[in-house]
């Protein structure tokens, strides 16, 4: 599809889980019109690469789950049509496709379906993290979004978090010389998860010019421990709404630190996969532990804490305080307004007897 353009590349961002890909899409699409002047093309609607993305799953329960079946209601050809017209445009120089369904598909289907169609020189960039942390912050969010009520529990192996096993698939496909796997534990750290991404793409001068604003505070917040353990037990009551409401109760009053599994129960993620995060470091990262985390230790208190099956009894308290003192803020404003509304209405109350 683009032979004779040598000045262009394709890059694929795998979007794992909990490595602020959200975030990452969110700034490319609220600063396209900046990127496009800078040769930085990035599909015209988001869920067109979400689009691609889906057709490299696997033939199983994911691939006919029903966000992926409302994706594939997008018409193929639209897609097509829209990165056909950056292929044809001389001052695209670089073309991203990010998708978290990436991280979920097969990287053969990726380079059949979407590389050698596009016919580009073609990049992997794929952020890693240590899988203790990936499961935590998976946890925090599935508890207080999806309204998760099953505490984390002992690990079993996984391939699809053995990154040795997951890099090598897309090595396997694309070639170890085109992975650019990105430590996400140092680069959250650090705050330089825009730097990496742009250093990764090949485009630091996007940054170096400032015009994107540094929202490295953007990425989505966790709820502290004890407010995330109250979640849990609230979730298995039924479903009341409460993830925006403890969001804002979080913000803005002083709660535990963020939620950390017990050292015990980290340990035990760290030892099944200690040798294959060796290797990952080895091999991709010069050796150096800290693009993993590999050297924090497990029990280590201003990680955080763990509140599972034991809420303090303060926790409830506060809560209830906080509840009460807007309860009676709004019952003000409610009978403020009232007031208002009655004087501009002329009505008189008589005086009680």
């Known amino acids: 599809m683009a032979s004779g353009q040598p000045d262009k590349t394709l890059y694929l961002h795998i979007g794992l889980p909990k490595t602020a890909t959200s975030y990452l899409q969110r700034l490319m699409e609220e600063h396209r019109g900046d990127l496009l002047e800078k040769g930085f093309w990035t599909p015209s609607r988001k869920i067109y690469a979400h689009r691609v993305a889906v057709d490299t799953l696997p033939d199983d329960a994911r691939a006919k789950a029903a966000d992926v079946q409302s994706i594939r209601r997008i018409d193929e050809q639209d897609v097509w049509k ?39 020189p073609c990049k992997i960039i794929i952020y890693l993290r240590r899988q203790d942390y990936l499961t935590e912050s998976g946890y925090n969010q599935d508890v207080k979004a999806m309204n998760r009520r099953e505490p984390v529990r002992a690990p079993n192996y996984s391939e699809r978090l053995d990154w040795e096993k997951v890099l090598g698939a897309w090595a396997e496909s694309f070639g170890r010389e085109n992975i650019r796997a990105i430590g996400y534990d140092r680069a959250a750290r650090d705050q330089t998860v825009q730097k990496s991404f742009f250093e990764a793409l090949d485009r630091p001068d996007i940054l170096e010019a400032g015009e994107l604003e540094n929202g490295e505070g953007r990425v989505n917040e966790s709820l502290p421990a004890d407010l995330l353990e109250f979640k849990r037990l609230a979730n298995m009551f039924g479903d009341f709404g409460l993830d925006k409401w403890l969001a804002g109760v979080a913000a803005a009053g002083e709660w535990a630190p963020k939620y950390r599994m017990s050292a015990e129960l980290a340990e035990q993620y760290r030892t099944l996969y200690a040798d294959s995060n060796q290797r990952v470091v080895d091999a991709y990262f010069d050796g150096d532990k800290s693009a993993l985390a590999l050297d924090d230790a497990p029990a280590d208190p201003d990680r955080g804490v763990d509140f599972t099956g034991a809420l303090p009894a303060e926790t409830l308290a506060k809560l209830f305080a906080v509840h009460l003192k807007q309860t009676r803020r709004r019952e003000k404003e409610l009978r403020d307004r009232i007031a208002a509304l009655e004087e501009r209405l002329g009505v008189k109350h008589e005086p009680d007897s």
């Open 82 to 120: 829209d990165i056909e017209h950056a292929l044809s445009q001389p001052q695209f120089g670089t073309i991203v496709l990010s998708s978290e369904y990436l991280s979920m598909g097969l990287a053969e289907r990726a380079k059949a379906q979407i590389a050698d169609r596009i016919g580009l």
